[in-house]
């Protein structure tokens, strides 16, 4: 205990030597020390009292002067550093009265701007968040920088702390960082979502760290620009996504999560144009899981580009084996990710892939949501369906109609098929208003030569209706619900026998 509180004392000692005007009278004692003792006692004084400052720690010029951590932004305090103010506050809490917080910075869209400016661009953002961070702190809290890129905050002890005022604090912050930053001509705009945790709510310094952190990452899954306070039942649910997180990657690597088809007809001549490989959950205990229940625990979780490679495999293992049963089948759609189009080696890879199995690029469509093509400026993007549609890959655009893709868009991604979404579908046959609306899809589509297909249709109605406006191709349950694999070589022989005995759907209106 006693060994304890002489640190305690020797830790607060070095913080008082490290205040700015304790340097002031470094030369003044040294001075007196002449006057009273002579030349003796000025060499003693000159070697022995800066000694005492280093060994106290008056000269680490990290640890708690945020002017002079804006002006070597690179040389941050670190997590053990942070940790260790932390704890010196809340170790004498009880006997001072005061207390503290911890705040937690972290970016939006950290990987985006890695992606599109590079690292050189990242660090510089970094660097001049860290000046305005620590300008808009106050003299004595310390910033650390974190493994992950972002920032965490250190508040000096002080006697009352509240929600509000940390909020208020976190809003500060983003204010701070809101205004452009100019890198090489171009104007980067940084949001940041902030956790924290009050002092009261955690015994050590460590563990005050980690619930801002905690605090941050729920920030920063409903951000942009998000702030959250820290709250018990936060730490568990973490566990349970990091917990869900490996049950996916069992399943993934297991082959449990793999594809079911569903096949696409030509309202023309009836064949088959094509199926989609579309991702089922195959659990031991539950059976067969919804999409809609662990799709997006897949991209919360990083793992779409694992899940992609699976799903692609097992598409073009399909057009091989189908290919050899004699079922020519012309292509198989795969849906790509926005995470997956990121990748700048993706063209590579899927041409590697096709040359692994004989297969020539036509036979694979790639199909990306509007709402990727509507948002995204992201040149990786933009270059790698450029590059896909080079490879010869056709780029369809799914649900269309829901996600505002201009037509510059549609044509600056050179998408061969526009999917028609389900919500344009349902009663086509029966409501004019949709009828309208699909009319006025097929018209732009026509005009700008581009195939169709229809999404969601469920009803022999619909499929007529579909056919007679001019929709090129459908799918939906009304065709076939999404199949095992082992499941088509049956479907693809009934289809064929059925297509032979009945007449085709009547020609288009034109």
């Not at 103010?85 to 809340?90: E, F, N």
């Not at 004595?140 to 974190?146: I, Q, Y």
């Not at 579908?425 to 589509?445: G, N, Y």
Request: glycine fraction near 8%; aromatic fraction near 6%.
């Amino acid at each position: 205990m006693a060994s304890d509180g002489l640190g305690r004392a020797l830790q607060r000692l070095g913080a008082r030597l490290r205040q700015p005007e304790m340097m002031v009278f470094l030369p003044a004692t040294t001075l007196a020390a002449f006057w009273w003792g002579g030349e003796p006692a000025l060499i003693l004084a000159a070697l022995g009292l800066p000694l005492v400052f280093v060994l106290l720690g008056a000269f680490r010029w990290d640890a708690d002067d945020p002017a002079h951590l804006a002006e070597h932004a690179g040389g941050l305090a670190l997590r053990p550093q942070i940790i260790s103010a932390l704890d010196v506050v809340l170790q004498d809490s009880a006997t001072t009265g005061k207390t503290t917080a911890c705040l937690v910075v972290q970016f939006d869209d950290a990987a985006v701007l890695l992606d599109r400016h590079g690292r050189a661009a990242q660090t510089e953002v970094l660097l001049r968040s860290a000046e305005r961070i620590c300008a808009a702190l106050r003299q004595g809290d310390t910033v650390a920088r974190l493994e992950g890129g972002g920032f965490a905050i250190a508040l000096a002890e002080v006697r009352r702390m509240d929600l509000e005022t940390l909020v208020q604090l976190a809003a500060r912050l983003q204010s701070a960082l809101a205004p452009p930053i100019s890198i090489d001509a171009a104007r980067l705009y940084i949001t940041c979502s902030i956790g924290f945790c009050l002092g009261a709510r955690a015994p050590t310094g460590r563990a005050l760290l980690d619930a801002a952190q905690v605090a941050a990452d729920e920030a920063l899954r409903n951000g942009p620009g998000a702030i959250r306070a820290y709250a018990p039942d936060m730490a568990r649910k973490r566990a349970d996504r990091d917990a869900y997180r490996e049950v996916l990657e069992i399943a993934l690597d297991h082959g449990e999560i793999r594809p079911h088809f569903q096949p696409q007809i030509s309202t023309d001549t009836g064949t088959i144009s094509g199926f989609e490989a579309l991702a089922r959950w195959h659990h031991p205990e539950r059976g067969l899981v919804p999409p809609a229940e662990f799709l997006d625990a897949i991209e919360e979780a990083g793992l779409s580009e694992r899940l992609g490679e699976v799903i692609l495999y097992h598409a073009l293992t399909a057009l091989v084996r189908w290919d050899k049963a004699g079922f020519r089948v012309p292509r198989v759609g795969v849906n790509f990710s926005a995470a997956e189009l990121r990748n700048p080696k993706l063209a590579e890879k899927l041409k590697w892939e096709l040359d692994r199995f004989d297969l020539t690029p036509d036979r694979l469509a790639v199909e990306i949501l509007e709402t990727v093509v509507a948002d995204t400026d992201n040149d990786v993007i933009v270059h790698n369906i450029a590059a896909l549609a080079r490879l010869g890959c056709g780029v369809d655009l799914d649900d269309f109609g829901t996600g505002h893709a201009s037509i510059t868009n549609i044509r600056r991604f050179t998408v061969r098929r526009l999917k028609i979404d389900r919500s344009f579908v349902t009663r086509v046959d029966e409501d004019r208003e949709q009828q309208k609306m699909v009319a006025a899809i097929l018209s732009l589509a026509e005009q700008l030569e581009l195939e169709t297909l229809a999404e969601g249709v469920e009803t022999p109605g619909e499929h007529a209706m579909l056919a007679q406006l001019g929709c090129g191709h459908v799918q939906g349950f009304g065709i076939a619900r999404p199949m095992p694999f082992d499941d088509t070589f049956d479907w693809i022989s009934g289809h064929r026998a059925r297509q032979m005995a009945t007449p085709k759907i009547g020609h288009k209106a034109r």
